[in-house]
């Protein structure tokens, strides 16, 4: 259990001070904590909201971990089976397919077919650097762009990489959060043995949700874990990768949570967007540390919230047009989806890096 | 041994005759045999030109489509008209019901869900996989026991020049096991966009919230239900049960037309299983032209219009 | 009430394209992940259900060979008490042979029941007619589509089947009876992997079908399989808004939505 420490929780309510969903929906995270101290009953649908940003943990003074309370809730909700459909659905989907979407698992390598050139299998390779894929950028034919974007940067700068093809099962991060504790096992142990099997040495991740958990919850693999803009910028630094001319927009960063707060990953990003701009991209008024999440986290890209609220990207979108941006650039295929909706809407695009990126090299 | 005829079994709803009829109507035709009807009493709608015999039965319609019933039936038809080559049911809730209980009754061979015969080698093409792949059936004992698809055989009717013959079956005692109490209307009220055999769907392509009665209109007016993808309820056009996709519904109605909608990857998840996928989008290259069985390019506010236009008209 | 659930382990096929081997003597299945028939699991939970609000057991029968192992633990893991296996390495086409096997196992076992579920149908074969075989070699009653249980009563059940276009029927059914469960009856529960496992430590009994093989016999053979017309993406309806119009309804008519 990760609830251990809810007696700790003094009240402060900086949990609900700092939570996306505080004020908006049914959700107060303080208040769960306050049941959960006294042991009364919290309602089902409740925990359903938590978008696993992560900051309430994060600025929590007594370590009381609010997040991880929630996936006890939610894990308790589902050895009892009683779980909303779509979530449902996503986890028996991921069960048998190894991805939340029930993709066939025979078409998770069907993105290498929009590249120019093969990508090796990871036994083939001799440095053993696997490009991991992660579930939506395998299959969402709007998020394939982003592995083929980033197998195009490493083979430029020579950099020998390879993949697991249709052996890759889902890192299981979301897995996790929705409360699946035993699933989530499954599947890391799944890639674990691949990762062992095939002696893997580093993981080029492009998903900040799969680095998060490949670095935190797969146990000490003994592999480096890194974020694809990690590598990157060393090589643009190196001189390995050189870009040609400018990427002439107004371009706005947004720090996914995965990335950013959860691991510190803000500059990186922002050093790649630099140097396609020729100059520092522009910046939220909630960045960094603070940056507003996209609500696509936790499970919230399946869960089907019984009223519709003014949802965060809309924010988002809305002060990215008042600075004037042409584009919100971020760095995670969930911020991509929940930001483009109502981008496309108010006539403003969006562009994950590496989209930046392969316009100018 | 066999007395050389095809049996069709009526379905009859509500003493209307059932249009599905029709394909078993038609494969007794290709079947190359006589084809006698076998219907309760009391029934609108029978062309009986199509048909070489028709043989009535004295019970109502709830009776008559009971399968414990329907064995009772087959008895009596088998002495009295001999026992035929093929037994013929439509592919419905209580064709698929009887077609089963009377196979096993008499220990019988029985394909379901035909929708293809070759004559060459004999065989019925029955689905496999959601229609992925066909296996080919052959019968080896007689009578064979049939239910036929619904839309696949009924261009293979031909009208007589004269009447056929109508003989009585008689009075059917109704079954101990099974009885008819009544029929049942699904319950109103909340919209159930997963329950609909016609769906049809609006995107955020058709513009502003301003356009929706025009959309309610033609639902209403093709039957259909409304339903729509998620940009739709975000922007609170309309409200979120009838929201199609990984946030929403999943949906597998007979027909899901799709008006301006591009086809966003959560939206197709929630409706790919639909028997039948057409869309109306004026971007050619969007992508659900992919899914689709059936794609036009065209000012989706304009064709709905003179969609209106037709369907009140006609 | 004592309730028999069959259960039966299908190939996962939504979206995946299937290859036809040898000259079309069979379909390539062996990459394919595996699952309970969808039907099935609403005929399991509908059971469950039932035995918790009125007592007694349910138990689940698959007829397959040692992987169908897989549908009893879950089908334990909702509620199951019991889960039994009918090994066949066989693959049944016909449902009559697989009735009649059912048929025989049940008689000679003596398998105690007052209620036997299937799905409407598998998702592979589609054949809907297992359960209406069954109740006839049994000779009990049997109701297909079930879509709702009204009333159970200690002799009968007065239920409700789904018809076509939105209309049931309600039915009254003698106990002993077969019902053919269809989906959306019930809201199938979640079963966690934790569950399952906890499930698998339940011991599930194997009988071996060649035990019960009197008369298990096909009527019907596969003589080929086939690939259905080609379909190449949308077929494309151009013209002038009128024509476009006309042969729009004239789809919508042709699949029988639209009169």
């Known amino acids: 259990m990760n609830s251990e420490r809810v007696l700790a929780c003094m009240q402060c309510g900086k949990c609900t001070g700092s939570c996306p969903e505080a004020g908006k929906t049914p959700f107060n995270i303080r208040m769960i904590v306050r049941k959960k101290q006294f042991e009364r009953a919290i309602e089902e649908g409740l925990p359903w909201y938590c978008t696993s940003c992560n900051t309430c943990t994060i600025r929590c003074p007594r370590d009381v971990k609010p997040s991880e309370v929630i996936i006890d809730l939610r894990s308790a909700l589902i050895e009892d089976g009683r779980i909303p459909a779509t979530i449902q659905k996503a986890l028996e989907n991921t069960f048998v397919q190894k991805n939340p979407w029930g993709k066939p698992r025979s078409k998770r390598a069907d993105w290498t077919e929009k590249i120019d050139f093969k990508i090796p299998h990871i036994s083939e390779t001799k440095e053993k650097r696997l490009l991991f894929t992660c579930c939506i950028q395998a299959y969402d034919p709007r998020c394939m762009v982003i592995p083929a974007n980033v197998s195009r940067l490493l083979r430029i700068a020579g950099i020998e990489f390879g993949i697991l093809g249709e052996e890759e099962a889902c890192c299981g991060n979301e897995i996790r959060r929705m409360g699946e504790a035993g699933l989530f096992e499954e599947l890391r142990e799944e890639n674990l043995a691949n990762l062992k099997k095939y002696g893997v040495k580093e993981i080029v991740t492009l998903s900040p949700h799969c680095m998060n958990t490949f670095r935190k919850e797969y146990g000490d693999l003994g592999i480096r874990v890194l974020h694809y803009s990690e590598v990157v910028k060393g090589l643009l630094e190196s001189g390995a990768l050189k870009l040609k001319g400018h990427y002439d927009k107004r371009v706005v960063y947004h720090d996914p949570c995965f990335l950013g707060k959860q691991n510190a990953i803000f500059d990186e990003p922002r050093a790649l967007l630099a140097k396609a701009l020729g100059s520092n991209p522009l910046e939220f008024s909630r960045m960094r540390e603070n940056s507003l999440c996209c609500e696509g986290g936790g499970g919230r890209m399946f869960f089907d919230v019984e009223t519709t609220y003014q949802r965060n990207s809309e924010v988002r979108v809305k002060e990215a047009l008042e600075m004037g941006a042409e584009v919100i650039a971020t760095s995670c295929p969930f911020c991509v989806m929940n930001l483009e909706d109502p981008a496309t809407e108010k006539g403003i695009s969006v562009k994950e890096v590496s989209e930046i990126l392969v316009e100018v090299i | ?314 | 009430m004592e309730i028999v659930v069959f259960t039966k382990r299908v190939p996962v096929t939504q979206e995946e394209e299937l290859r036809i081997l040898e000259d079309g003597k069979a379909v390539d299945l062996r990459k394919l992940p595996h699952r309970m028939n969808d039907w099935d699991n609403y005929g399991v939970e509908e059971a469950v259900r039932m035995v918790e609000k009125g007592g007694g057991g349910v138990t689940s029968v698959a007829i397959g060979d040692a992987e169908a192992d897989e549908v009893l633990r879950r089908a334990i893991a909702m509620g199951a008490r019991d889960g039994f296996l009918l090994e066949t390495e066989e693959v049944l086409h016909d449902p009559f042979a697989r009735a009649t096997l059912a048929c025989n196992f049940l008689k000679k076992e003596k398998i105690p029941f007052d209620a036997l579920f299937t799905g409407v149908q598998a998702e592979d074969d589609q054949f809907a007619c297992f359960g209406g075989m069954l109740a006839a070699m049994l000779k009990i009653p049997y109701a297909a589509q079930v879509i709702g249980v009204d009333s159970v009563e200690k002799d009968h059940l007065v239920v409700r089947r789904e018809l076509e276009g939105g209309l049931q029927e309600r039915v009254k059914v003698s106990l002993p009876c077969v019902l053919s469960v269809q989906s959306g009856i019930n809201e199938p529960r979640y079963v966690s992997i934790m569950g399952v496992r906890k499930a698998s430590k339940v011991e599930r009994k194997v009988f071996k079908a060649s035990n019960y093989a009197d008369n298990v016999k096909s009527l019907i053979e596969v003589t080929k399989w086939a690939y259905p017309p080609k379909k190449e993406g949308a077929a494309m309806i151009a013209g002038d808004v009128n024509e476009v119009c006309g042969k729009l309804l004239g789809i919508l008519k042709e699949k029988g939505v639209y009169q």
Not at chain 2, 71 to 97: C, M, N, R, W, Y
Not at chain 2, 134 to 159: D, H, I, M, W
């Open chain 2, 1 to 314: 041994m066999s007395a050389g005829y095809v049996l069709v079994v009526a379905e009859v709803r509500r003493g209307l005759f059932e249009e599905r009829n029709l394909d078993t109507i038609g494969l007794g035709r290709e079947l190359g045999l006589p084809v006698s009807l076998l219907l309760p009493e009391n029934v609108n709608g029978v062309d009986e030109l199509l048909l070489d015999r028709v043989l009535k039965v004295s019970a109502d319609e709830g009776t008559f489509l009971n399968p414990l019933v329907m064995v009772s039936i087959l008895v009596k038809v088998f002495e009295s008209q001999g026992q035929p080559d093929f037994v013929l049911f439509t592919h419905s809730s209580s064709g698929a019901e009887c077609a089963a209980y009377a196979a096993g009754h008499f220990s019988a061979p029985l394909v379901t869900d035909v929708s293809g015969f070759d004559q060459s080698t004999g065989t019925f093409f029955k689905s496999y996989y959601s229609d992925k792949v066909f296996a080919q059936f052959k019968s080896t004992s007689s009578p064979t026991f049939l239910t036929v698809r619904s839309g696949s055989f009924r261009e293979n009717v031909t009208r007589n020049q004269a009447a056929p013959a109508v003989e009585s079956v008689g009075d059917i005692a109704p079954a101990e096991g099974r009885t008819f109490l009544e029929y049942v209307e699904e319950a109103g009220g909340a919209v159930d966009i997963t329950k609909a055999e016609f769906l049809l769907s609006v995107g955020r392509g058709i513009g502003s919230k301003d356009e929706i009665p025009r959309y309610e209109e033609l639902a209403r007016a093709m039957r259909a239900v409304l339903s729509c993808s998620r940009p739709v309820v975000d922007k609170l056009w309309l409200p979120k049960e009838r929201q199609v996709g990984t946030s929403g519904k999943t949906v597998k109605p007979k027909v899901y037309l799709a008006m301006a909608i591009s086809g966003a990857f959560q939206h197709i998840a929630g409706m790919k299983d639909a028997d039948c996928i057409i869309a109306i989008n004026k971007d050619p290259e969007a992508p659900i032209f992919q899914y689709a069985h059936f794609g036009i390019v065209a000012d989706v506010n304009k064709l709905r219009d003179k969609l209106i236009e037709t369907v009140k008209g006609s």
